[in-house]
């Protein structure tokens, strides 16, 4: 069955199955390449600096080790991008956010991350 999970501030689609009776949770490739990125983004804002060979399980753990020395969540860096545009593209993009429970800018932030992982590769 396919579920939204929130990990660290970050929703990321997932298949949950259940063979004999355990959990699985299974996460696309290019989420968790997406995730990886929004780890590293993130892990800086709180202190930590990600090193390049850092795996998703390494990002994880620092992830972890973050919100359990604060009383809360991770979250996305507040960016204000310095972007114009169509009055309708922006309604779109914001109805778009919304119904994500993101702000626009996290959305085109996101976005421009997958675009970028298509044409440059995986962790370009």
């Known amino acids: 069955m396919r579920y939204t999970l929130n990990l660290f501030g970050y929703s990321v689609d997932c298949q949950l199955a259940f063979p004999d009776g355990k959990m699985h949770i299974d996460i696309a490739e290019e989420d968790q390449v997406s995730l990886r990125a929004y780890l590293r983004r993130v892990l800086v804002k709180y202190g930590r600096e990600p090193h390049a060979t850092d795996t998703l399980e390494q990002l994880v753990q620092h ?8 009383s809360g969540h991770l979250s996305e860096p507040k ?21 994500q429970d993101m702000s626009a800018t996290q959305l085109l932030i996101r976005l421009i991350e997958k675009k970028y992982q298509s044409v ?3 962790e370009a």
Not at 79 to 94: F, H, T, V
């Open 63 to 70: 992830a972890i080790e973050v919100e359990n020395n604060m």
């Open 79 to 99: 960016l204000k991008l310095p972007y114009e545009l169509q009055p309708d593209i922006k309604e779109k993009l914001i109805e778009a956010a919304e119904l």
């Open 120 to 122: 440059f590769g995986e």
